[in-house]
Nanobody
């Protein structure tokens, strides 16, 4: 079942860490994390190609966030370190089943499966 289900959000102080998880099974070509804060457009955070393990990040999180996937557990992770108040957002896990798209573009229409979202709050 491809339908992603997120877990692991919460509240943390600036400089702290959180790890998000997302379970999704079935054949998947790529998965990603997006975030949407009130008053802002949804933005891509990180993407991983499931087969090759290649990863791509938004400039705003490079060096702080790490995306990974445990294929045996069908679970996607987002390790978030050195969190900033501006990282406060609803985070969404997304999956694409077929190849044929450049997942690194962080284009929402390329991802056909979305989780319900999970809140991350970073206080200063």
């Amino acid at each position: 079942r491809v339908q992603p289900v997120e877990s692991g959000g919460g509240s943390v102080q600036a400089g702290g860490s959180l790890r998000l998880s997302c379970s999704a099974s079935g054949y998947i070509y790529c998965m990603g994390w997006f975030r949407h804060a009130p008053g802002k457009e949804r933005e891509g955070v990180a993407v991983i190609l499931v087969g090759s393990g290649n990863t791509y990040y938004a400039d705003s999180v490079k060096g702080r966030f790490t995306i990974s996937r445990d294929n045996a557990k069908n679970t996607l992770y987002l390790q978030m370190n050195s969190l900033k108040p501006e990282d406060t957002s609803m985070y969404f896990c997304a999956a694409r089943r077929r190849s044929g798209a450049y997942c690194s573009r962080f284009s929402e229409p390329d991802f056909g499966y979305w989780g319900q979202g999970i809140q991350v709050t970073v206080s200063s």
